[in-house]
């Protein structure tokens, strides 16, 4: 029997109980419970069953530990980006490396009100990581008289509380997040963007997990990533399919991996005597079996030229990382309805060949 004495309090325990001064360095989850309040759960190893990382992550998590090891306040990270793409892999790594270093890992997976305040009363170093933050505290409506879920842990990040702690968050939709995060690093220093694989990391994760006897279906999946935007999840799964035999036009027409929406395409149609001219951001299906039509004008106003084109007719071009539609198989026509001097100007141009490029997600950072 062990008698605990928490302020004028006595209660019972059995022998199994143990106490320490700190918190052992491995993983927990806040869970809680309406009689005895919050409380710490063991939670499963945090392991990386990855052979490879792809990428820069391994260099990141380590910029972060070595931030965090400067710091003598808290330190704030925000993981966001689409569904998977390496958000989870990297604070798994994160997790790994933050107990290697004798941190502990405390895992967040819901919204509990008061949560702030019990995480406060943690008095020592250790790394708290809100998975789906967007998700677990950005889509909670507050009950009346309770503050807003985000808003309520604000003097938690502020570094205002015990302990130095490194918290991280992971989200999929940043317009979820409280104003007061975005472009505060006081509060969140680092903010790491996830964007879909490249066609040469696509490449280069194909060939590292296909069979040699399949490399011959890397240019068409490559092909297809420039069309529709795959992540790793996407990727291992065609991978899988492909290794046990099957073709990827075959296999894709099973996966789930499916054409919900028309995606959006930048168009430059290129000339052998002038200038090119461009439409961006259209909606296209690319999967389309019909003529498809785009419109195109030298000042952005004067939609001159048309360009018509299967979509069947295009092919990779691996140099630009677009897809290529040569001129004679293009329809070109133009709208007469405009000034006779302005539509002769176009008719003299002769059209060399089309790019079409996906329209990938905007680059949230500043290139300078």
């Given at each position: 029997m062990k008698a605990i004495k928490i302020g004028s309090k006595i209660e019972i325990y059995k022998d199994t109980v143990l106490t320490y001064n700190e918190l052992p360095a491995r993983s927990y989850i806040v869970r809680f419970e309406k009689m005895t309040g919050f409380y710490l759960d063991e939670y499963a190893d945090i392991q990386v069953k990855e052979d490879k990382i792809?990428?820069?992550?391994?260099?990141?998590?380590?910029?972060?530990?070595?931030?965090?090891?400067?710091?003598?306040?808290?330190?704030?990270?925000?993981?966001?980006?689409?569904?998977?793409?390496?958000?989870?892999?990297?604070?798994?790594?994160?997790?790994?490396?933050?107990?290697?270093?004798n941190i502990p890992v405390i895992v967040v997976d819901q919204y509990i009100p008061g949560i702030a305040s019990y995480l406060e009363t943690i008095d020592q170093s250790v790394m708290v990581l809100f998975d789906e933050f967007d998700k677990t505290f950005g889509d909670i409506k507050p009950s009346d008289g309770e503050p807003d879920p985000q808003a309520a842990l604000l003097g938690l990040f502020d570094g205002i509380t015990q302990g130095r702690k490194l918290f991280v968050i992971t989200c999929n939709d940043i317009r979820k997040l409280n104003d007061f995060f975005i472009n505060r690093p006081g509060r969140f220093h680092y903010h790491f963007r996830f964007g879909y694989p490249s066609a040469d990391e696509i490449r280069t994760y194909l060939?590292?997990?296909?069979?040699?006897?399949?490399?011959h279906e890397i240019e068409q999946i490559v092909t297809f990533s420039r069309k529709v935007d795959l992540n790793y999840d996407c990727l291992r799964a065609i991978a899988f399919e492909v290794n046990s035999g099957e073709s990827f036009?075959?296999?894709?027409?099973?996966?789930?991996?499916?054409?919900?929406?028309?995606?959006?395409?930048?168009?430059?149609?290129?000339?052998?005597?002038?200038?090119?001219?461009?439409?961006?951001?259209?909606?296209?299906?690319?999967?389309?079996?019909?003529?498809?039509?785009?419109?195109?004008?030298?000042?952005?106003?004067?939609?001159?030229?048309?360009?018509?084109?299967?979509?069947?007719?295009?092919?990779?071009?691996?140099?630009?990382?677009?897809?290529?539609?040569?001129?004679?198989?293009?329809?070109?026509?133009?709208?007469?309805?405009?000034?006779?001097?302005?539509?002769?100007?176009?008719?003299?141009?002769?059209?060399?060949?089309?790019?079409?490029?996906?329209?990938?997600?905007?680059?949230?950072?500043?290139?300078?």
């Open positions: 792809y990428g820069e992550q391994v260099c990141k998590v380590q910029k972060v530990l070595q931030t965090y090891g400067k710091f003598n306040r808290n330190l704030g990270v925000i993981l966001s980006g689409s569904k998977g793409i390496g958000k989870s892999m990297f604070a798994r790594l994160l997790s790994v490396e933050a107990i290697k270093d060939y590292d997990k296909l069979a040699a006897e399949y490399y036009c075959s296999a894709i027409e099973d996966l789930n991996i499916i054409n919900l929406s028309q995606e959006r395409y930048n168009f430059t149609v290129f000339f052998e005597n002038g200038a090119p001219m461009y439409a961006r951001n259209r909606n296209m299906d690319f999967f389309n079996d019909e003529e498809i039509s785009v419109c195109f004008s030298e000042d952005d106003y004067n939609e001159i030229l048309i360009v018509n084109f299967w979509i069947e007719d295009s092919v990779y071009d691996m140099r630009n990382d677009c897809m290529s539609i040569a001129a004679r198989k293009l329809r070109v026509t133009y709208d007469e309805d405009y000034e006779e001097e302005q539509v002769a100007k176009v008719k003299g141009l002769v059209v060399d060949h089309l790019e079409i490029q996906k329209v990938r997600e905007k680059n949230l950072h500043y290139a300078v």
